[in-house]
């Protein structure tokens, strides 16, 4: 594990946010078309994240023949994107919105195409907008064999990340849904 990776010494446990979803409640979606949890993307992985007691959660997703890399087997980049994809749902529990700005992952065995990889992931650890996390995923279900692992680093930051430095066509029809304003609203908080 890098030393970016391991939490300093003054950093405190995750908090559960008292607005956070309860245990079992689905996330949902962030954005229709994020690769990792949207419906709108064709060949994603429409991953789907449960909240989990404490600073946790669950997801999974089945690997369809649009994720393979090796011949039947899925990609090793798909396999890090579920896995960024968790650790990142694991901010709705906390209320914040961060992006990923280190991830480690270890590939421990091929995961086939057609398999369901069932991922658990936690929060470890918060140090001022600076939030780490693990997850692993496993074949089958949450008592299968072990086959991918990641440790994260995720950064706090505001809403204004994401409008000035995405595209403006895709800025301007997210923030014209209601739906996907109110969800960004939830996370803002005032002082």
Known sequence: MSTALTPPA??????????????????GAHYEYCFGCGGG??????????????VSLT????VAPAHQGAPGLAHGGVLTTALDETLG?????????AVTGRLETDFV??????????????VTAV??????SRATGRIGGPDGPVAVRAEALFIEVKVDHFIDNGRPEE???AMADPDQVRRTRAFEVNP
């Not at 993307?41 to 404490?54: D, S, W």
């Not at 997801?59 to 089945?62: P, Q, S």
């Open 41 to 54: 993307q064709p060949h994603g992985l429409h991953l789907e994240a449960r909240a989990g007691e404490g």
């Open 127 to 132: 140090s001022g907008r600076k939030i780490y």
């Open 109 to 122: 065995r091929p995961v086939p195409v057609d398999t369901v990889l069932f991922l658990e992931a936690e």
């Open 171 to 173: 800025i301007q029809a």
């Open 89 to 97: 749902s694991l901010n709705w529990l906390l209320r914040v919105i």
């Open 59 to 62: 997801a999974e997703f089945t």
């Open 10 to 27: 003054d950093a405190i446990a995750p908090v559960r946010h008292p607005d956070a979803p309860a245990p079992g409640e689905l996330l």
